[in-house]
């Protein structure tokens, strides 16, 4: 069974650090795009962080830039986002995303991403204490 399940959200002081897990099972993240997002109660989805495992290509919002990091870890089989000073703001519930294939362009995968109004999994919460 293919699955994703995030994880390592938790309270965190401005200034602080976190960061979020993505655990892929049953698949290895080889050739894929990968992203995180999230969405607070009666807001939209934001896309907040993309890759292209292919060619390295990255996507952040402009929230997030210089303060957070996605990446995955050499085995492949986990998708992280490190998150550096965060703020208040930042508090809302993130979700991974993973899509095979090698034609991706960052930017557009993750905003058609965010529009998607399929399922999604249960996210993590990550919050920041004001």
């Known amino acids: 069974q293919l699955q994703l399940v995030e994880s390592g959200g938790g309270s965190v002081q401005p200034g602080g650090s976190l960061r979020l897990s993505c655990a892929a099972s049953?698949?290895?993240?080889?050739?894929?795009?990968i992203g995180w997002f999230r969405q607070s109660p009666g807001k939209e989805r934001e896309g907040v962080a993309c890759f292209n495992t292919n060619d390295g290509s990255t996507y952040y919002a402009d929230a997030v830039k210089g303060r957070f990091t996605i990446s995955r870890d050499n085995a492949k089989t986990a998708v992280y986002l490190q998150m550096n000073s965060p703020k208040p703001e930042d508090t809302e519930v993130y979700y991974c995303?993973?899509?095979?294939?090698?034609?991706?362009?960052?930017?557009?995968?993750?905003?058609?991403?965010?529009?998607?109004?399929?399922?999604w999994g249960q996210g993590t919460q990550g919050a920041v204490a004001t």
């Open positions: 995303a993973v899509e095979e294939g090698s034609h991706f362009v960052v930017e557009e995968t993750c905003a058609m991403w965010a529009e998607y109004t399929g399922s």
């Open positions: 049953g698949f290895t993240l080889d050739y894929y795009a």
